[in-house]
């Protein structure tokens, strides 16, 4: 089965496609926003890349969140729930993580079917 890789540099890929699954780096919103803005940028790049390799957030298998402080965890969902598809929710996991940037809050990971 071909791998293709998108958005390829030196570390890593921004899209893996293996057959007809996909797979995310991590998604970041913009470090100087507040964590709502982060997720909803996140979630927006998300969208982009999982349309960039044929697939959408209705074909989601699993979404890992990070965040870096758990105390995030009501204002990240209050985005995330009018995001996900309620028709089709991945699994999920949840959990603190310092991340990359002192002013990361949130990173979604995602793997989905095409």
């Known amino acids: 089965m071909q791998i293709e890789r998108f958005h390829r540099g ?23 926003t507040e964590i709502k803005e982060q997720t909803a940028q996140a979630l927006a790049a998300v969208d982009a890349l999982l349309a960039e390799a044929g697939s959408s957030k209705s074909k989601a298998l699993q979404v890992i969140v990070w965040l870096a402080d758990i105390a995030d965890f009501d204002a990240m969902n209050a985005v995330y729930d009018r995001w996900i598809d309620p028709e089709a929710p991945p699994v999920r996991a949840c959990g603190e993580s310092r991340l990359t940037a002192p002013g990361y809050r949130v990173e979604f990971i995602v793997t989905a079917a095409r």
């Open 10 to 32: 030196p570390r890593m890929s921004q899209i893996v496609r293996h057959g007809d699954t996909i797979y995310l780096a991590g998604q970041v919103g913009d470090p100087e």
